[in-house]
Structures are given as C-alpha cells and as structure tokens.
C-alpha cells in the first residue's frame, strides 16, 4: 500500500474502517472491493465477516474495535448533535499517536470522498477502475 512508515496494525484497521464504511452506507461496490483488499491482504474470513458486528467480534483488537466505532460515529446521525464525543476521541488516542490517528481520519475521510461516486454513479463491483459503468 505504499505506507511502509506505517505499522501493520494500523493498515489493518484502516482497511477494515473502509469496508464498514461501505457495509454502512449501503454500497456494495465498496463492499465488495474493500472485502476483496482484505482477501488479497491475507485476511481470514472471520475477521473479515466479524466486521459488520464488530462491537462483541472476538477476531478484532480493541484498536481496531474503536477505528471501527470512529468510523461508525461520523456516518452515523446522532441524536445529540455529537458525532465523535470526547470519551470516543481519547479511546482512539490511547490506542493510537497522532500520526495514527491522522491516518485514521484520512481513512475515513477519503471513503467519504469516494461514497458519493458508489452511490451516485454505481460501478459494478469485480470490473476494473475504467471498465465499472454500465453507461
């Protein structure tokens, strides 16, 4: 992935936020794609299925567990207005340094970008970048 900077723990989470991100949304291009990275990744299927009910998965680790919350927490309403509350930022923080967490933020900032597409346009999941429209 080109993150050679970056531990394999949080490439991991990163991917893993990308597919919740899609499973979220409803969008089964980047379902399926972000399932097939996991795969290709070496992933077991396990962690991989755990990850539409991560909160009591026992494949996952805690960091992971709160990417995962993270991710939920920004594309999810709340009723309070408070989308990442201050007790969810400082769990992600003990779990992750800045650099990490920034990276986090990026993860899931740019699925964001990328949701609107999938949606809007629907690519067919398993062709290649160029070659996904039916139009």
Not at 103 to 120: E, G, H, N, W, Y
Request: glycine content about 8%.
């Amino acid at each position: 992935m080109g993150w050679s900077w970056c531990p394999g723990s949080l490439v991991r989470s990163y991917s893993l936020v990308q597919l919740r991100a899609g499973q979220i949304v409803g969008s089964t291009y980047h379902t399926v794609r972000q399932t097939g990275l996991l795969r290709k990744a070496g992933e077991t299927e396990e962690r991989i299925t755990a990850v539409a009910s991560w909160q009591d998965a026992p494949y996952l680790t805690d960091a992971e567990r709160v990417a995962l919350e993270l991710v939920e927490a920004v594309l999810t309403p709340s009723p309070s207005g408070e989308r990442v509350p201050d007790e969810l930022y400082a769990r992600a923080s003990a779990h992750y340094d800045d650099k990490g967490l920034w990276t986090l933020t990026l993860a899931i900032s740019q699925i964001c970008f990328f949701i609107p597409v999938a949606l809007i346009a629907k690519p067919i999941p398993g062709k290649p970048p160029g070659k996904n429209y039916s139009k």
